[in-house]
């Protein structure tokens, strides 16, 4: 599978580090990196990373290309992918968080690959695509949005739990990360709380999984609302999720549907420990439940808690959708 990286930032970076250390990648050859940033600056963020660590092997720059343990990926800087030959790209990664618009979001096909994935929400997709949740709506769409991280981890974990015991509603509330959409110091932004310091306050503000649930899982829609709590950490965020179940269930019988059915799944996780955010740093799953903190206030309603990368474990799964729609 042939593909082309379009934006080599938090998103862009995690992915090559995957393509370059993972054994279950090595059927992937990355031909091509576009980002509007000077090389030398591109090589320098991927060899030293403050979330994930100097990179283990060696990293150098020559003749426009990017050298990787001697593996040699040719790199552009047009803003405008029109200039950049995709020829033979199977599917274009597009991580630039521009892709917004129709004309923006067909460029990679227009310059020769044959599909694009974006990696984060687009109206401009096709369709949008969940690992765990709606990958059987995929067929041969071109232009396919890998949604959101919180997408990711949550929507996986309410179909379960909908084959469990049906979900009636729920509210979401994802402790997230903050990201380089907030400023490290007090600055304007359009959301009043998000103009302020990152690294210094809890700030509450809204999850665009709220409304991602209704597209991807359409016969939920309107059952789950969701908000957000961005905090002073770089990286890992977490899903708390209360859920009103149509079905009376026991404890007991809830959590053993739920392990068997998170030992099936592809894209969740189970830990029995009591883990803190940093412990969760590279994992690959879109979520992880922490079986400790489940609760169960009646025979309806639970409490369920879970860790997600919101990096590395989105980064894992815009390689598992693209292999998916390399093969259609």
Not at 285 to 312: C, K
């Amino acid at each position: 599978m042939k593909l082309a990286i379009n934006g080599f930032g938090r998103i862009g970076r995690t992915i090559l580090r995957q393509v370059l250390t993972k054994p279950q990648n090595t059927d992937i050859e990355l031909v091509l990196i576009n980002d509007i940033a000077p090389i030398e600056t591109c090589s320098y963020l991927f060899k030293y990373d403050s979330t994930f660590g100097p990179y283990p092997g060696n990293v150098v720059h020559k003749d426009s290309n990017l050298h990787v343990d001697g593996q040699s990926v040719p790199m552009t800087h047009s803003a405008d992918l029109a200039n950049v030959d995709l020829s033979g790209v199977d599917v274009l990664l597009d991580c630039t968080g521009i892709a917004r618009t129709s004309d923006v979001a067909r460029r990679g096909l227009s310059a020769g690959a044959g599909k694009v994935l974006i990696s984060g929400p687009s109206p401009a997709a096709e369709v949008t695509i969940v690992l765990g949740a709606n990958e059987d709506q995929l067929g041969t769409a071109r232009i396919v949005s890998n949604a959101s991280c919180t997408t990711n981890g949550l929507a996986p974990l309410v179909k379960l739990l909908d084959t469990i015991g049906g979900v009636s509603t729920a509210h979401m509330t994802t402790i997230h990360c903050y990201t380089n959409s907030q400023p490290m110091v007090d600055a304007p932004r359009g959301d009043l709380a998000r103009s302020r310091a990152g690294a210094l306050s809890m700030v509450p503000t809204t999850s665009s999984a709220t409304d991602l649930i209704n597209v991807v899982l359409p016969h939920l829609k309107g059952r789950i609302s969701g908000a957000a709590v961005r905090v002073p950490t770089a990286s890992v965020s977490a899903v708390d999720l209360v859920v009103s179940l149509e079905r009376a269930m026991s404890f007991n019988e809830f959590i053993a549907a739920l392990q068997q059915r998170v030992q099936d799944s592809s894209v969740l996780g189970w830990t029995d420990m009591p883990l803190v955010s940093s412990d969760l740093r590279t994992r690959p799953e879109s979520l992880v439940l922490a079986g400790p903190e489940t609760r169960m206030v009646d025979e309806h309603q639970i409490r369920l808690f879970g860790w997600y990368d919101n990096e590395w474990g989105f980064s894992a799964r815009m390689l598992d959708v693209a292999r998916l729609m390399a093969s259609t």
